[in-house]
């Protein structure tokens, strides 16, 4: 196993000291480490090609290889500017790529991590960047000598990391509890109010978690679920394609961090939404699922932003009282519409997992 205040340590020793990227499951223990100290520049990113284009930034300006970070599912948002700008053929910039190895050979993993695990290393053969997976702290001269290499030959190179091969480090993001309802309570009560027509495209970790075990838990089946499992980010653009020549009523299940990631989306569902499209921010101001770092959504004001991208409404529930009143003038609301509800950084406990993926795709389009 590799400690990761060892880790941080060795890449300050190879005077890496500028670090971007989107938190990470299989990273979250260095990144805890990395998160406590302040001397470290550690910009948390939307997506991971804009972690990849702040380290080529920084590069431009100080000469300094930069280090992205990012789970293997990412990796398709980091292509563009690793092959259009920092591949050797181009300018030839060094990056160094730190990855959370997610669906690794033999790792006991969910069927959309498997299917991208079993790519990663073949997409970084692809893209000609050569990578180490490194197993215990013995191996930290193979990182150095990588390190050495991205920076002779100007290329950027890759550090897989598996699940479980960081060790776990007792430091702790603080959690903002002082928000208002729980996401659970919200999709409870929003499950009341829909009918056996209406369609609900759900985004990716606890969302279409609490989702599914809420139907499971109270036998609620008034309507029907599609689980983005994967594809974060992609929620509201999907949820658009299903309105297309469709009347059903559509309802989008984002989150904050899934929002930001793709945030031109947003720019296209409300220029092509439909009246029958509703969308929901579930806003805690953080990627719960990874660590719960801070988004900085708080920093939209989102009534602003909604009215700016012409959402014909917008509407908003910070207290318990306002729930039933508000979800239903929201759904009476002609699209498309937005609906910002501020949840707590916490999730329902004993969580299960989406399963029977087909059948769950069969159940929503027959």
Not at 295 to 319: A, E, P, Q, V, W
């Amino acid at each position: 196993m590799i400690n990761s205040c060892k880790l941080l340590k060795l890449f300050a020793k190879n005077k890496i000291n500028f670090f971007s990227g989107v938190p990470d499951s299989v990273l979250k223990d260095f990144l805890n480490i990395l998160e406590s100290n302040k001397k470290l520049a550690n910009i948390k990113c939307v997506n991971e090609g804009s972690a990849v284009s702040l380290a080529i930034g920084n590069y431009l300006g100080t000469k300094k290889v930069g280090l992205a970070y990012m789970q293997n599912s990412g990796l398709g948002n980091a292509i563009n500017p690793l092959v259009s700008i920092a591949e050797k053929t181009v300018y030839s910039i060094p990056v160094i790529l730190l990855i959370g190895w997610r669906g690794s050979p033999n790792s006991n993993d969910e069927p959309q991590h498997i299917a991208k695990g079993k790519i990663t290393r073949s997409i970084l053969d692809s893209l000609d960047i050569k990578y180490i997976i490194p197993n215990n702290e013995s191996d930290f001269l193979k990182i150095t000598s990588l390190i050495n290499y991205s920076k002779k030959n100007k290329k950027p190179v890759a550090i897989l990391i598996k699940n479980k091969i960081l060790k776990k480090e007792n430091l702790n993001i603080k959690k903002d509890l002082n928000k208002s309802i729980m996401r659970s309570t919200f999709i409870h009560e929003l499950l009341k109010n829909l009918n056996k027509k209406d369609r609900i495209i759900s985004t990716t970790g606890y969302t279409s978690r609490e989702l599914n075990q809420i139907r499971e838990n109270n036998n609620i089946k008034n309507s029907k679920d599609f689980y983005m499992v994967g594809g974060m980010g992609h929620a509201a653009a999907v949820a658009l394609g299903h309105t297309i020549n469709n009347k059903k009523r559509v309802i989008c299940l984002d989150g904050d961090g899934s929002m930001l990631m793709h945030l031109g989306s947003l720019v296209t569902v409300a220029n092509y939404g439909s009246k029958n499209y509703k969308y929901i921010l579930l806003n805690n101001n953080a990627h719960e699922s990874v660590g719960g770092y801070k988004t900085h959504s708080d920093k939209i004001n989102m009534k602003n932003f909604s009215k700016s991208l012409d959402f014909r409404d917008y509407f908003k529930i910070d207290k318990k009282t306002d729930l039933n009143k508000t979800i239903n003038r929201f759904l009476k609301s002609k699209g498309p519409s937005f609906l910002e509800v501020i949840i707590k950084n916490k999730s329902m406990k004993d969580l299960k997992r989406p399963r029977n993926l087909k059948k769950i795709l069969s159940n929503f389009i027959n």
